[in-house]
């Protein structure tokens, strides 16, 4: 049994509320209907016409639904639950339309964590399960899911350095709210250890791998370099800088112009991690008038001049990885902590990085084994893509991404192995 101290989790629940319910009072509402502008009624958890019973997985954004998608068609596959996927951010919801429309019986968004929408959202759904993803931890859902008897899980969980050490210094509060949840499921060994050392039983914690590799290999299967090859210069490298942050633009700017001395037809195609930052990558090629950037909506594809494009919509990245010849992989040269190094890697391209990694800790291994390979500067940012655009490279670079996801897989089937297992226990204990 946890044993909880000075800021317990009654005690931190209430200051929870107690906070919520200020935001609320004190005009939060109206503040979120600007903010998310439409739907806000599911937000309040109105969620008409939805059926009763189905495992509720609830994804934050992009990333986490694709790494909820894979989970989803095993649960579909395996099993006769229906599913209904939640979302917070318009972004997510998109992408959960793209990959699983006809997969889920709804897509919606999450209930904002206050006590009245929460139990107006559980009341409609009435869930056999709640599965969350990654670190979508809301206390008032996953308490009240408890206090209804319904099996909450997190799946492919992860803690960031900064989240855990946030976590820490109010440890005895998250030790209730993990309390709340029957079996995490984590990517790695050190997620592992990270919620260990915030007090979840070693009983209640295993490590199934990472369910977006399951996803990248699903969606790989259907996606060729025939939809953006309009955009290569015939023969002439392709480079893709893919979810890019503020303060990288500068810096992948200046590589590409250092590869043109060896490479100058070469294109670059820069795609921020957030499109409304389109105008502002624009605004970075402006120094430099040799340069001609666009946006990917102004371009005619049957005439493009721009040496760089600027790609100001979301959805495009991973096809755009099938069709290029080199990449960078962004969040990376700033402290943000990275972005998917998988998906380049999965088309046989290392994913070129910076240092700051940490959302993904296994991009140490993936460097070691040649699907991944780090980068501190604009020099060696160019020096990597001219070193990997060689034929002798290009080949070396496929086999070694191969054999890195060789040893990946499964993570989908063993999360879902795991869910049903506790969810058939706890049936058989009701029993």
């Known amino acids: ?30 503040f979120l209907k600007r903010k998310y502008r439409h739907d806000t009624s599911e937000r309040m958890g109105v969620i008409p016409e939805v059926p009763q019973g189905a495992i509720w997985v609830h994804a934050v954004s992009v990333g986490e639904v694709q790494s909820a998608s894979s989970l989803i068609r095993r649960i579909r596959s395996r099993s006769a639950y229906p599913c209904i996927i939640s979302t917070v951010t318009p972004t997510g919801r998109e992408m959960a339309h793209k990959l699983l429309d006809g997969l889920v019986e709804r897509i919606i968004y999450s209930p904002f964590d206050a006590r009245k929408y929460v139990a107006r959202a559980l009341d409609a759904l009435r869930p056999s399960a ?31 350095d900064r989240s855990f050490d946030r976590m820490r210094r109010t440890k005895s509060f998250w030790q209730g709210v993990f309390a709340c949840i029957d ?27 990472d369910c ?43 590589a590409f112009r250092i590869l043109r001395k060896s490479s100058p037809k070469a294109r670059l195609v820069i795609v921020p991690r957030h499109p409304e930052r389109a105008l502002m990558t624009i605004a970075s090629v402006l120094p430099y008038p040799e340069l001609q950037a666009e946006l990917l909506s102004h371009l005619d594809m049957k005439s493009i001049k721009a040496d760089i494009v600027v790609v100001d919509r979301i959805g495009v990245l991973f096809e755009l990885y099938a069709a290029c010849d080199a990449v960078f992989v962004g969040g990376s040269l700033v402290d943000k902590g990275g972005q998917n190094p998988f998906e380049p890697a999965l088309f046989g391209l290392p994913a070129v990085h910076g240092p700051s990694m940490t959302d993904f800790p296994d991009t140490a291994r993936m460097d070691a084994m040649g699907a991944a390979v780090c980068v501190n500067s604009d020099s060696e940012l160019a020096h990597a893509w001219s070193e990997l655009l060689t034929p002798e490279a290009r080949a070396k670079s496929f086999r070694e991404c191969h054999e890195y996801f060789a040893t990946l897989g499964g993570a989908a089937e063993r999360t879902w192995t795991e869910i049903e297992a506790c969810m058939l226990d706890r049936k058989k204990h009701e029993e």
């Open 212 to 254: 977006k590799v399951d996803a990248l290999l699903d969606r790989r299967k259907n996606t060729g370099p025939e939809k953006w090859s309009w955009l290569k210069s015939g023969k002439n490298p392709l480079i893709v800088a893919g979810s890019t942050h503020e303060g990288e633009d500068e810096i992948i700017i200046s």
């Open 130 to 160: 709640y599965i969350a993803m990654e670190t979508e931890l809301w206390p008032e859902i996953l308490a009240q899911l408890k206090a209804r008897n319904i099996p909450a899980f997190l799946a492919n969980g992860r803690l960031s």
């Open 1 to 30: 049994m946890l044993k909880f101290n000075a800021f317990n989790y009654p005690a931190g629940m209430w200051l929870y509320r107690s906070c919520v319910n200020t935001f609320f009072t004190l005009g939060g509402l109206q």
């Open 183 to 209: 079996k995490f499921m984590v990517r790695f060994g050190n997620d592992r250890e990270k919620f260990i050392a915030l007090g979840v039983p070693e009983g209640k914690i295993c490590v199934t791998g």
